[in-house]
């Protein structure tokens, strides 16, 4: 059974910092990219971040770019999302996604990633808020 778990979220001010985690059971990520979306009340969900399968290559939204960074780590099967500078705005429940990766496809192309529709598996979400 495949699960992804986020962890991480909470109560912060602007300004501040806090690091997502989404862990992966049943599925190894080295074969999947994932993605960061969020989701805040009465809005779509808007792709944040992305890193490949491969080679690490990293995706952002142009709302998040400088502030926040994704990473993983194969051995621990688990990704990360640093967000820093935090604003009102990014607060929102956050979802981690993977996307199986068949070899030898191409990355993502243009803004591809940041579509919710092509995941395969999904977390249930932690809750950011940003809030003095």
């Known amino acids: 059974q495949v699960q992804l778990v986020e962890s991480g979220g909470g109560l912060v001010q602007p300004g501040g910092s806090l690091r997502l985690s989404c862990a992966a059971s049943g599925i190894t990520l080295d074969r999947y990219a994932i993605g960061w979306f969020r989701q805040a009340p009465g809005k779509e969900r808007e792709g944040v971040s992305c890193i490949s399968s491969s080679n690490d290559i990293t995706y952002y939204a142009d709302s998040v770019k400088g502030r926040f960074t994704i990473a993983r780590d194969n051995a621990k099967n688990t990704v990360y999302l640093q967000m820093n500078s935090l604003k009102p705005e990014d607060t929102a429940v956050y979802y981690c996604?993977?996307?199986?990766?068949?070899?030898?496809?191409?990355?993502?192309?243009?803004?591809?990633?940041?579509?919710?529709?092509?995941?395969?598996?999904w977390g249930q979400g932690t809750q950011v808020t940003v809030s003095s």
């Open positions: 996604a993977a996307y199986l990766v068949f070899p030898g496809t191409p990355p993502f192309d243009g803004s591809s990633w940041s579509n919710p529709l092509g995941y395969d598996y």
